[in-house]
């Protein structure tokens, strides 16, 4: 991402309103699960285990501004930034 370029000290991640993270749709996680449909919840949550592990293992500084709510995967995520 920005590991490379010298002119970046830090990132930071911020919510866009009145929450960080309000968290996933755990009700159509759920409820596709269930009845045996699988591809929702694995891109979910493929998705969501990529994005943990680049904040786990990003080189520079990694902050989070938690604003408001902080839910869920919000919440994973904030335990690896400062």
């Known amino acids: 991402m920005y590991e490379d370029d010298s002119s970046v000290k830090l990132v930071i991640l911020k919510g866009n309103g009145k929450g960080f993270c309000a968290g996933g749709d755990v009700v159509s996680i759920i409820s596709t699960s269930l009845i045996g449909h699988w591809t929702y919840p694995v891109k979910f949550y493929g998705k969501t285990l990529i994005l943990d592990h680049l904040a786990a293992t990003y080189k520079k500084p990694l902050v989070s501004v938690i604003n408001g709510v902080v839910m869920g995967g919000g919440a994973g995520l ?3 930034t400062t």
């Open 78 to 80: 904030s335990m690896n």
